[in-house]
T-cell receptor, first 115, second 112 residues
């Protein structure tokens, strides 16, 4: 079974600075996808960004970008210009391209943005 | 993008009772997923619900405890049966889409 590891239980960053959240995965699959979700205290899961294993470029969505290193099996989320509203739990999730489309989640990183 | 609603948004229940959670999607989807998030934990997949067939349960989850219905391509229910305090969690439904997966707002369940 795939294992998703987020080694940072908590991260602190000052407003307007950039922060990197780490995620590594263990798989022998060749075709897969990686998601990042944000979960504020309300509990909803907000999709942020997706990276496919065959994508040639690192994914970027606004202030969110991925540092995808396939050989190292890591996909780190970079949030630029942090805002107070970025304070939340962040989950990395793995998706195997077999058609079953279920997600395996990491343990999450709690990000706190200070003024 | 898919818009997903869940009912109820939260509930407080007594142990030994059952609660049915509804998930409604604004478009037709083949697959729907039900996840559980225990307090302070990550999300764990309970089961995959396909229309017209029985749900497929993940290891550690059984149909008697978490019966699921999928009567059509836009709706599903998850029942948490014979509840105990350990069932206190957020329950979320989700649907896949191209290069993403959308989640409902979740149902916060507290079992006393």
């Amino acid at each position: 079974a795939q294992k998703i590891t987020q080694t940072q239980p908590g991260m602190f960053v000052q407003e307007k600075e950039a922060v990197t959240l780490d995620c590594t995965y263990d798989t022998s699959d060749q075709s897969y996808g990686l998601f990042w979700y944000k979960q504020p205290s309300s509990g909803e899961m907000i999709f942020l960004i997706y990276q496919g294993s065959y994508d040639e470029q690192n994914a970027t969505e606004g202030r969110y970008s991925l540092n995808f290193q396939k050989a190292r099996k890591s996909t780190n989320l970079v949030i630029s210009a942090s805002q107070l509203g970025d304070s939340a739990m962040y989950f990395c999730a793995y998706f195997m391209n077999t058609g079953f489309q279920k997600l395996v989640f990491g343990t999450g990183t709690r990000l706190l943005v200070s003024p | 993008s898919a818009v997903i609603s869940q009912k109820p948004s939260r509930d407080i229940c007594q142990r030994g009772t059952s609660l049915t959670i509804q998930c409604q999607v604004d478009s037709q989807v083949t697959m729907m997923f039900w996840y559980r998030q225990q307090p302070g934990q990550s999300l764990t997949l309970i089961a995959t619900a396909n229309q017209g067939s029985e749900a497929t349960y993940e290891s550690g989850f059984v149909i008697d405890k978490f019966p699921i219905s999928r009567p059509n391509l836009t709706f599903s229910t998850l029942t948490v049966s014979n509840m105990s305090p350990e069932d206190s969690s957020i329950y979320l439904c989700s649907v896949p889409s191209r290069r993403t997966q959308y989640f409902g707002p979740g149902t916060r369940l507290l079992v006393l």
